[in-house]
């Protein structure tokens, strides 16, 4: 009986023993999948000897902006050795989608070429890879959250960030700030008023006048 018992209590340790130690991190309540944002610069060199773009080159730079799809989000920047004696001309071309040119560049591949100008497009989006996520079934023993758990928040966060970037780091406050646009939201709720102010509407359940 002794060598009996000893055997299954063998048999026991060496079974813990060789349970393999999984990474179970996600136990708390920390979304799993949490949104991504990446950044992609796109550029491309202009034609400007004497510091201007053409009207050839300006139509150049703007079916380049239709291909991309310019539009809110994205920061557009002048490089080059000529950037500020161009800067007119691209603005000129890139309001026309609703945007401002920025100041400074991104470091891009290659160097500017004497009398060209680089344009370049920063754009940024935020994503939520691996989702939809059921790699794990629901029936989970071991209170970990569930695989796809922060998919449906990062997606919709994600689809409706206007600026991918603000994810990564908000905006910074303004130097001077407007006491009374920035009271307003609470001015209005102030002065609503309230929606019971005229009396509970007479009702009659008997059917006559």
């Not at 944002?37 to 491309?44: F, I, Q």
């Not at 557009?76 to 040119?101: C, F, H, I, K, P």
């Not at 009374?180 to 059917?207: C, F, W």
Request: hydrophobic content about 40%; proline content about 6%; charged content about 15%.
């Amino acid at each position: 009986m002794r060598n009996h018992l000893a055997i299954v209590l063998l048999a026991s340790a060496v079974g813990a023993c060789a349970t393999p130690q999984v990474d179970q991190p996600a136990r708390g309540v920390m979304a799993v999948n949490q949104p991504v944002v990446t950044r992609n610069d796109y550029a491309v060199d202009l034609s400007a000897p004497d510091g201007s773009l053409s009207t050839v080159e300006q139509a150049r730079l703007d079916a380049w902006f239709a291909g991309l799809g310019l539009g809110y989000g994205d920061l557009v920047y002048v490089d080059g050795a000529y950037a500020g004696e161009a800067r007119a001309d691209v603005a000129r071309v890139t309001g026309r989608y609703g945007l401002l040119v920025s100041a400074g560049s991104p470091v891009t591949a290659g160097t500017v070429q004497p009398g060209t100008v680089r344009v370049v497009v920063s754009r940024t989006r935020a994503s939520v890879p691996g989702c939809p996520n059921w790699d794990r079934p629901p029936e989970d023993y071991d209170n970990q959250q569930m695989s796809n758990f922060g998919c449906a928040m990062g997606n919709n966060m994600a689809a409706m960030v206007a600026h991918p970037g603000d994810l990564v780091h908000g905006r910074e406050g303004e130097a001077l700030v407007d006491g009374m646009t920035a009271g307003k939201a609470i001015q209005a709720y102030r002065s609503a008023k309230p929606t019971g102010e005229g009396g509970l509407p007479q009702v009659n359940t008997k059917g006559g006048k």
